[in-house]
């Protein structure tokens, strides 16, 4: 085997680009990837010096000029600058010095392109930016924001206390931690606790995925950046300043990298921030709400989570339980989302069949809330007549048609009123036999008052062993 053909091929075919340069900062190999970025033939840049290759860098700017100075790596740094051809990019790089026997030989440096990642997080300021500028009084528009606490839809008692305890701290300026899977509705209560609270939400909410970016452009995103800066910066207030009054929501907290972990701390801790590349601070007054999909103590076990940060962030905890967790919501998210989705679609669709209740009560829902939509909307599409089916669910979806759950085609579909009813039957039948009739015990098992349950056994002519 060409070893040396095969590295070729490999390296042709790189989304990164790689250049080596030696001690005085001039190019000895050149591989550019299919992107163009650094606007030169590869043949052409062999021997010029990079800051003739890359003519918007200096010395002071230039990552080889600080690595082969330093002699230290300098990992995901995102640059902006010009290229050969004078066209605007911005790239991540790694540039890392190379040694042979103890002596500096040159430096290698490992970049991608990251020019629409760039523009769209520039974008995404400015619109941001235009929302902060728009404080009006509905909670619903104009604030970043579209839900309250009146669109969580629940009737299990550990949400529905969770939802009493949000209720109390929405005034509050202390942080909160939330955890929960995906699609459990994390960013629907943090919207509900931003609204709740009528200072907060005339300002702005303000939503970030922290595993939507690099590091490095993660970072200039909430803090912002100061002209000078970096080559091409300019003066931008970051997402901490366009909050200012309201609520920043930082999802996914467990992808943030440990230094920046350490910025957010002393955020949370002073109330101030510092644009990239500035030498003052400025004060804010902004509620950090975070998320994880994943449990905070794994994180902190695994060291991906800053025990400091946890215990500054975890001021309130909220554990928003998943949706096989909650099984007696399925029915009332099931007619929201077929209300909804109806109304969206234009069918007429009066309820659901018997069957297909049945089969969601099954179902794990790994996706939870978030799944059984997609599930319902998709349904709906497919639908003809006035209930939904087995037939119109997506066959293809995981899980959703296992062996035990094939569909039994003969039972005809019933009103939704009446399969509620039936299902809220077998489940007081199922409670009183684990319960052994015993009214009380039962009634702890279905997390119901003993006289609601009392009445409910009444309504379906079912008796326990004690009627006291």
Not at 180 to 208: D, M, S, W, Y
Not at 221 to 229: D, E, I, K, M, R
Not at 338 to 354: F, H
Not at 377 to 393: F, K, M, Y
Request: one cysteine or more; a positive charge.
């Amino acid at each position: 085997m060409d070893y040396k053909h095969l590295l070729d091929i490999i390296l042709a075919n790189l989304d990164e680009g790689i250049i080596v340069t030696d001690t005085k900062a001039n190019i000895i190999f050149y591989n550019e990837p299919a992107t163009n970025i650094g606007g030169i033939d590869p043949a052409a840049a062999i021997g010029k010096n990079i800051l003739d290759v890359f003519p918007g860098l200096t010395e002071e700017t230039s990552t080889f000029y600080y690595v082969l100075r330093q002699r230290q790596p300098l990992l995901n740094h995102v640059q902006h600058y010009t290229n050969y051809q004078g066209k605007q990019v911005a790239t991540v790089t790694s540039t890392i010095p190379m040694f042979e026997n103890g002596q500096l030989v040159g430096a290698v440096e490992i970049f991608k392109d990251l020019t629409q990642v760039v523009q769209l997080s520039e974008k995404i300021l400015a619109l941001q930016k235009q929302l902060a500028s728009h404080k009006k009084t509905d909670p619903a528009r104009g604030n970043g924001t579209r839900y309250t606490f009146a669109d969580i839809i629940t009737r299990n008692p550990i949400l529905q206390d969770i939802l009493h305890r949000a209720r109390k701290v929405a005034c509050s300026p202390s942080p909160i931690l939330i955890y929960g899977e995906t699609g459990t509705g994390k960013e629907l209560l943090v919207q509900a606790i931003h609204n709740a609270c009528p200072e907060r939400q005339r300002h702005a909410f303000i939503a970030q995925n922290c595993a939507a970016l690099p590091p490095s452009l993660l970072e200039s995103l909430l803090f912002g950046t100061c002209a000078g800066s970096f080559t091409g910066a300019k003066d931008r207030p970051g997402l901490f300043e366009l909050a200012d009054g309201g609520t920043l929501f930082l999802d996914e907290i467990n992808s943030l990298d440990r230094e920046l972990q350490a910025k957010l701390l002393r955020v949370l801790q002073d109330g101030v921030v510092r644009r990239l590349g500035d030498t003052r601070t400025r004060t804010v007054n902004v509620r950090v709400i975070a998320a994880s999909n994943e449990h905070p103590l794994k994180l902190l076990e695994e060291k991906r989570l800053r025990q400091d940060l946890y215990y500054r962030l975890n001021v309130i905890f909220f554990h928003l339980p998943p949706l096989r967790e909650r099984q007696e919501d399925i029915p009332l998210l099931a007619q929201h989302f077929l209300q909804k989705y109806r109304q969206k679609l234009r069918k007429k669709i009066t309820g659901l069949a018997s069957e297909v209740l049945e089969l969601f009560w099954q179902h794990n829902w790994p996706g939870n809330v978030r799944e059984l939509e997609h599930v319902i909307e998709s349904a709906i599409n497919l639908a003809d007549g006035p209930l939904l089916t087995l037939a119109d669910l997506p066959r293809e979806h995981p899980g959703l048609f296992g062996p035990k759950n094939q569909p039994h085609w003969t039972q005809p579909p019933l009103p939704l009123k009446q399969a509620l009813q039936d299902l809220e039957i077998r489940l007081l039948q199922s409670a009183l036999q684990q319960a052994d009739y015993q009214l009380t015990r039962a009634a702890q098992l279905l997390g119901l008052p003993k006289q609601t349950l009392h009445n409910k056994l009444k309504k379906y002519g079912l008796r326990p062993k004690d009627e006291t």
